[in-house]
């Protein structure tokens, strides 16, 4: 099946990337024992929201937060001890640890179905929505994983201001259509919306206030999403999505052969003002530009145990060719050097990507920010044909923790001398360090720019445990 959407053009090159326009999201709070927690901290400026109220250390009180918002010092505690999680069907039996700093102990959750191919796998799921896919939940229109029930709620910048809660308790529906699917999507009205099938390849614009549900027996949308200035309030979860340039550019119908892949469509655009979106548990890939590109004044994203990765191909014509690399290039947060609307009074494009899975030949962009704070913690970098892996452009602030990268180039790095002046790059210490194993080039850290402290509650966990979790919960089941 197809999923098309139109939106912003990534740009060219790993520093390159047109403007164009954007969707909305939820909130959750799951985590795992034995991992360090951070509390939320006060926060103000932007649009005012409810801010989820911290269960950690004193301090961490909550506040409301929005565009803009500027993060306060995180609460700091002592939590107890967790205890075990039970047998997932699947899974392995997971004990629970005592709970770091400034968080009360969560329980890990047993495993699950493993990855794409499904097959049988143990793992502890960390922090957010579980990781593996478990028993089957049965009580909506079709089987989806349990992760779908005890996980409703993302953790991360999608969790502030009014939060990201989708349809909400709207009476589930079934697709199975194209076309249903396209009319369902559109429009303000709260849907929870069920999908079953492969669709053909299309361009779909989402309208607010929707959940989209895939079926554990396969649900996969191709072409171009787009949550635009009209999108709010939106959830995607269990989804396969494809887009347009599935080993070759030229299947995109936007394609120009005097500018090359870039002129196509992203998988997924969330661009203009959308606003407050949770991307989970989906396989995204192929996107002709981008595989999921975050733009122009585009605010309150999380995108969490989602697997990233592209079909060979080459990218050999136009003024933006990128040759063998095939502009094979994730992920894009800011799509040009100009300042979003209101700045520096708003803040915009603040992403929280936790769980995540860069993986096979993925390029670069994963991502590459700019101007907004981006917080990333226990993703899993293994793509052999990365150039790099995370890049601050001009105003980004990136915090990194937890994360494990293996055998790729550059880590994380400074777009150039001149961003370096305005950007910053922090890294998770203590029980919060990232790994590095087989990598070669930059590590680059500090810089110019400002760095943030997340105003939300989450648990890190040991970058150690990392690989096998996420390889065994990323994408849909």
């Known amino acids: 099946m197809g999923l098309v959407l139109f939106g912003q053009g990534c740009g060219q090159s790993s520093d390159g990337g047109a403007d164009s326009d954007g969707g909305s999201g939820g909130s959750v709070n799951h985590a795992q024992a034995g991992a360090s927690a951070r509390a939320g901290s006060n926060a103000s400026g932007g649009a005012a929201g409810a801010h989820e109220t911290t269960n950690a250390g004193v301090g961490g009180t909550s506040s409301g937060a929005g565009t803009g918002a500027t993060a306060g010092a995180a609460g700091r505690g002592t939590a107890g001890s967790a205890s075990g999680g039970g047998t997932a069907v699947g899974g392995a039996t997971s004990s629970g640890g005592a709970a770091g700093r400034g968080g009360a102990a969560g329980g890990t959750t047993a495993g699950g179905t493993a990855g794409i191919s499904g097959a049988a796998a143990g793992g502890s799921s960390p922090g957010g929505a579980g990781g593996g896919g478990g028993a089957l939940n049965n009580d909506g229109p079709c089987p989806v994983p349990s992760y779908i029930a005890s996980d409703a709620k993302p953790i991360g910048w999608a969790s502030q201001g009014s939060s990201t809660t989708g349809g909400g308790t709207a009476t589930p529906i079934l697709v199975t259509t194209l076309a249903q699917f396209k009319t369902e999507v559109a429009g303000t009205a709260a849907k929870v919306i069920y999908v079953k099938g492969e669709f053909s390849a299309d361009s779909i614009s989402f309208g607010s206030n929707k959940t989209v549900i895939g079926c554990s027996s396969g649900a996969k949308l191709q072409g171009h999403l787009g949550l635009g200035s009209s999108s709010s309030n939106v959830i995607l979860r269990n989804l396969k999505i494809s887009g347009y340039g599935v080993g070759d550019c030229t299947k995109d119908p936007s394609f120009d052969a005097s500018t090359g892949c870039s002129s196509g469509a992203d998988a997924i655009s969330v661009n203009g003002s959308a606003h407050h979106v949770w991307i989970d548990h989906c396989l995204i890939m192929d996107g002709t530009d981008g595989n999921l590109d975050i733009t122009n004044n585009a605010d309150f994203v999380t995108v969490s145990w989602t697997k990233f990765a592209y079909t060979p191909r080459t990218d050999k014509v136009g003024d933006d060719s990128t040759g063998d690399a095939g502009h094979r290039f994730s992920n894009l947060v800011g799509g040009s050097d100009s300042e979003p609307s209101g700045w520096p009074g708003t803040r915009p494009l603040n992403v929280t990507w936790h769980h995540n899975w860069w993986a096979d030949n993925v390029v670069e962009r994963q991502p590459r920010v700019r101007y907004g704070r981006n917080h990333l913690f226990n993703n899993y970098y293994n793509s052999s044909t990365s150039n790099y892996c995370v890049r601050a452009g001009i105003e ?17 790095q400074f777009n150039s001398t001149d961003n370096e002046e305005t950007a910053y790059i922090e890294l998770g210490g203590g029980d ?46």
């Open 432 to 477: 919060r360090v990232n790994s590095y194993t087989s990598t070669t080039g930059d590590q680059a850290k500090d810089g110019g720019g400002s760095p943030f402290t997340p105003p939300y509650t989450y648990q890190v966990t040991s970058a150690s445990a990392v690989a096998a979790a996420v390889k065994a919960g990323a994408g849909p089941h």
């Open 396 to 412: 980004a602030s990136i915090l990194l923790e937890g994360n494990a990268f293996e055998g790729v180039k550059s880590p994380h």
